[in-house]
């Protein structure tokens, strides 16, 4: 790993010193704003390690017309983003106002570069890996200071296309009942032959409009090994199988012992399914199961199959990483056509979320062709 810092150094250092020959001038400017050569150069730095664009195995015509290309690219973005930063200011989108978001961004970023450093010396701490840090951020032409700047704009920008999605017209009524009509259409088909594909389409909260059969709704509550512990005895099985299985067995006794207690309280009517998984750290989110199901373990799915009426709790079975119980909350009955009323905010999300994407792009092309945008002529070589 300490190679791979020590090309990533090599390299960003490589293009830094490619790019920075040029003159600072304004390569572009929109609405009288200049866009700056430095600032160009930079973020083709910065683009070109991040995708590990080496000068070192192409021709002097081949990296001229790669450069050329990037530079295009780059430039592109630069204006965009400098329109729609313009468009954030005009609706009071500031830095000012986004402080909290971008303070978070910025410890994001410098978190990640830490790792990165971490990952190859990971003694160090403190000053010593601040150093370090920005070391690195510097060799990419960077600094804490950009970095900020990347952050403040990143968050500006998020927070543009949020209000700009907000402005999305509202699907209409025949919008909605056409979206209805073909996925009832396309879910018939698939659901009639796959199982799966119904019980993953219950359990993603996407609108589903055709139910073939009944699902059972199951919980489950775990009573898990210690935390590590797994990942401890899979690694003690490389030298010492032996130590292994004693780790696992010691580790399965112990979850046992919490789960047999669990399932007293039950049997006793001490506690019931919710306080119990409440008192293990909160709700379990439900499961499906249909006769045809093979998402399943075989000791699953003969615990299920076993019960007979809602409210039923299962024996304590082994898992690979403890026991677990389930319980048995209901059923989710059957349905040929699921009611419009049911499903339409679901739909009206559905439908909302196929046109966000398009409806951004036309709002940023709008706002392109509204600004005044000079690009400049090349300098002569």
């Known amino acids: 790993m300490k190679k791979n810092i020590s090309l990533l150094l090599a390299l960003t250092l490589f293009l830094c010193g490619s790019y920075a020959r040029a003159e600072d001038r304004a390569v572009a400017s929109v609405n009288g704003v200049p866009i700056w050569e430095s600032e160009l150069l930079r973020r083709m730095t910065v683009s070109a390690v991040l995708n590990q664009q080496s000068g070192d195995e192409i021709t002097n015509e081949e990296r001229t017309a790669r450069d050329t290309v990037l530079r295009i690219q780059v430039l592109d973005a630069l204006i965009e983003e400098r329109v729609l930063l313009n468009e954030a200011e005009k609706r009071g989108l500031t830095a000012d106002f986004l402080r909290e978001d971008i303070d978070t961004r910025f410890r994001k970023m410098i978190g990640a570069v830490a790792a990165y450093v971490l990952a190859s010396y990971p003694g160090l701490e403190g000053e010593a890996l601040l150093e370090q840090v920005e070391s690195l951020l510097k060799a990419t032409g960077s600094s804490l200071d950009s970095y900020y700047e990347t952050a403040a704009t990143a968050s500006i920008l998020a927070a543009l296309e949020e209000q700009l999605l907000e402005e999305a017209p509202i699907p209409d009524e025949s919008v909605l009942r056409s979206a209805y009509e073909a996925l009832w259409q396309e879910q018939k088909a698939l659901f009639d032959t796959d199982e799966n594909a119904f019980e993953a389409a219950i359990l993603s909260g996407s609108p589903v ?56 309280a039950l049997k006793n009517g001490e506690l019931s399914f919710d306080e119990l998984l409440v008192r293990l750290g909160g709700v379990s989110a439900v499961n499906y199961y249909g006769e045809g199901s093979t998402r399943f373990s075989a000791a699953y799915a003969e615990r299920v199959a076993a019960f007979q009426r809602p409210g039923e709790f299962s024996m304590p ?49 709008a706002l392109l062709t509204q600004a005044c945008i000079q690009r400049n002529e090349e300098p002569e070589e």
């Not at 935390?227 to 099985?237: D, F, K, N, Y």
């Not at 030298?239 to 299985?245: D, K, L, Q, R």
């Not at 082994?318 to 699921?338: E, R, S």
């Not at 739909?347 to 966000?356: E, H, I, K, N, T």
């Open 209 to 264: 409009v055709y139910r073939p059969r009944a699902l059972k709704m199951i919980q489950k509550a775990e009573f898990l090994f210690e935390e590590g512990a797994l990942a401890l005895i899979s690694q003690t099985e490389a030298v010492s199988p032996e130590n292994a299985h004693s780790m696992w067995e010691d580790q399965s006794i112990r979850a046992l012992e919490k789960a047999q207690t669990a399932w007293m």
């Open 317 to 365: 079975f082994l898992m690979k990483n403890g026991y677990a119980i389930l319980f048995y909350q209901g059923d989710l009955p059957p349905c040929l056509k699921v009611d419009f009323e049911m499903v339409r905010q679901q739909l009206m999300q559905s439908c909302l979320q196929d046109s966000s994407q398009a409806f951004l792009r036309e709002a940023k092309e």
